[in-house]
T-cell receptor, first 117, second 115 residues
Framework: AQSVTQLGSHVSVSEGALVLLRCNYS??????LFWYVQYPNQGLQLLLK????ATLVKGINGFEAEFKKSETSFHLTKPSAHMSDAAEYFC???WGSGAGGGNKLTFGTGTQLKVEL | NAGVTQTPKFRILKIGQSMTLQCTQD?????MYWYRQDPGMGLKLIYY???????DKGEVPNGYNVSRSTTEDFPLRLELAAPSQTSVYFC??????????????FGQGTRLTVV
């Protein structure tokens, strides 16, 4: 069955430290991959996406993610955390029309990022 | 651009009451979606639409109904509210492609409590 997994429901880092949020998918067909961020009491905002081409994708606010097909992963990183990065982060996948997924997104369960002074 | 607009932002319902969550988008997107978000569960797809007059069930459709009479609007109807429907509801839209590789744009959410 196709699924997406985010390891760690809560991650805490110090300001200035590396941020690493993990996302793995389970599928024989590589999906299209997205990271969204949700600030308190707001909707979801797209951080970055991988659909084709270069496997290292840069997004907004200094975040980037690398698609690794051999590891079925799409981990999100930021070299230096800022207090304003505190939010919930969701990995999402679309398996695309060819795999019967159409344009629907399937979300992971989310990772709450806490940034401490 | 307003993007995706949801109303109301908050609502408290009594068990058995009905209500409609409104969603409208001004991006001329063909796809629209309703998700619910529960703590620790991520977002679950309730219903989606690929265009006016066409809707289909998602992962958790029981207890909900939808309609899509125009490109812009995609209301979600709760007929007999139950405590299990206490959640945050998000409407989203996307410009669907043949490959299925486009991102969705989200509204601000409706926080619904059923008591």
């Amino acid at each position: 069955a196709q699924s997406v997994t985010q390891l760690g429901s809560h991650v805490s880092v110090s300001e200035g430290a590396l941020v690493l949020l993990r996302c793995n998918y389970s599928s024989s067909v590589p999906p299209y991959l997205f990271w969204y961020v949700q600030y308190p009491n707001q909707g979801l905002q797209l951080l970055l996406k991988y659909t084709t081409g270069a496997t290292l994708v840069k997004g907004i606010n200094g975040f980037e993610a690398e698609f690794k097909k051999s590891e079925t992963s799409f981990h999100l990183t930021k070299p230096s955390a800022h207090m304003s990065d505190a939010a919930e982060y969701f990995c999402a996948v679309s398996w695309g029309s060819g795999a019967g997924g159409g344009n629907k997104l399937t979300f992971g369960t989310g990772t709450q990022l806490k940034v401490e002074l | 651009n307003a993007g995706v607009t949801q109303t109301p932002k908050f609502r408290i319902l009594k068990i058995g009451q009905s209500m409609t969550l409104q969603c409208t988008q001004d991006m001329n997107h063909n796809y629209m979606y309703w998700y619910r978000q529960d703590p620790g569960m991520g977002l679950k797809l309730i219903y989606y639409s690929v265009g006016a007059g066409i809707t289909d069930k998602g992962e958790v459709p029981n207890g909900y109904n939808v309609s899509r009479s125009t490109t812009e609007d995609f209301p979600l109807r709760l007929e007999l509210a139950a405590p299990s429907q206490t959640s945050v509801y998000f409407c989203a839209s996307s410009q669907g492609t043949v490959r299925g590789n486009t991102e969705a744009f989200f509204g601000q959410g409706t926080r619904l409590t059923v008591v």
